[in-house]
């Protein structure tokens, strides 16, 4: 501990200048182009805006750029994160008429929460879950009946979808604790499935025709209507981009709070090994409940929103194969990263509809993605940094 003390106050300080205004300019360059693609209207140039970023990225870390945006992140991070938020808002400003891309954007945001609460199972505590896109279907029908059948306002249904969620998906805590690795995703897998069957042959559901979802509306406001002051015009898609950012906003922060508590760190040793946490009297059970609920209750509320987006949900919106894309994004992202889900996530969405050409290939490309990063870059494209246990140390 003696050198511990001596070290941390040489480490604290230790910051580079630099590093913030490169860290402001590097989002700054990602907003631009983020506008930019989502401008492109031919496959080519969509292309040739892909392979543009890869050379930029390429290039930025042979010149050591990458570093000084993560040191911004590191030493700076409540600028760097409003510095994004104001970036999302700039975009969002930039395409408030464009019905199609403040949708892409909302789906985007809305994956994103659900691959966090998938994050918090999977990254943090190592629990493999192939019904994401069940837990999701949940918090879509419980939006469709309650809007339909009762006078609970609907920012209220989107916590009681998070809440169904995580109560239906109690059915299963005795089999994730009862089992581990790939026999506990097996568990996961049947109740995907046998959860699609039951919304086919559950008339009162709708069965396979499904079943319709009342709009948002907030203090008489009904999102489904285009935002009309004076000349002032916006697509009414930016209500739902405005109500599933502040969701992701906290989504991000719950995560992260997670990630740099106890809880986290009780999370990460029952993934490293169950066998040293229970030896070193971590409660197994206590901690692989608290992620399987968290988790579900994310992807419950994000569902219960999506629902009242799409407006019309039907059991062919959740299957086995959507659970798979969410969990993808986690792969592709890097299991634990928040950074790397949210870019996954901005990639699984958008590029397939900028892409027509791969549209009908999406869940090959899906696929060819995962394989790809699992074989050559293992850690996902943002990996997760290394746990700093100690506040304002770093290790030289």
Partial sequence: MPAMENTQPATAGRQDPTALPIGILAIAGMTVFAAVFLMAESEAAVGGLLAFAAVAVLGAGKLGLLERVRAAFRDHELTMHTAIVIGALAI?????????????????????????????????????????????GVGCYTAAVLTQHTAIPPLV??????????????????????????????V???????????LEVNDSLGGPQGLAVGEMTLFGWGFNSNIEIGDFYASFYMNY??????????????????????????????RI????????????????ITAFMLGNF???????????????????????????????????GGMGSVWGIALASAIIV???EKLQLIQEYRFLLFAALVILVLRFRPNGLLPRADRIYFPGWRPR
Wanted: aromatic share 12%; hydrophobic share 60%.
């Fill in 92 to 136: 969002a400003w930039v395409f408030r008429e464009d019905h199609f891309a403040l949708l892409m954007l909302t789906m985007a945001m809305l994956y994103l929460t659900a691959c966090l609460g998938l994050n918090v199972q999977l990254g943090y505590t190592g629990i493999l879950n192939f019904a994401g896109s069940s837990f999701l």
């Fill in 157 to 186: 249904i989107l916590p009681l979808g998070g809440l169904m969620a995580t109560i239906v998906g109690s059915v299963l805590i005795l089999p994730v604790l009862r089992t581990r690795g790939h026999y506990a995703a097996v």
């Fill in 188 to 198: 996961t897998i049947a109740f995907a499935v046998l959860f699609k069957t039951f």
């Fill in 241 to 270: 981009f405005l109500l599933a950012l502040v969701i992701t906003i906290l989504a991000f922060a719950l995560t992260r709070r997670i990630e740099r508590s106890w809880v986290g760190l009780n999370m990460d040793a029952v």
């Fill in 273 to 288: 090994d169950e066998l040293a946490a229970s030896c070193f009297g971590i409660n197994l059970a206590r901690w692989k």
């Fill in 298 to 332: 994310m992807i419950g509320t994000a569902g219960a929103l999506l629902g009242m987006i799409l407006g019309f949900i039907a059991p062919t919106n959740f299957t086995f194969a959507d659970s798979l894309i969410l969990l993808s994004i986690v792969l592709l």
């Fill in 350 to 352: 958008m590029l397939p």
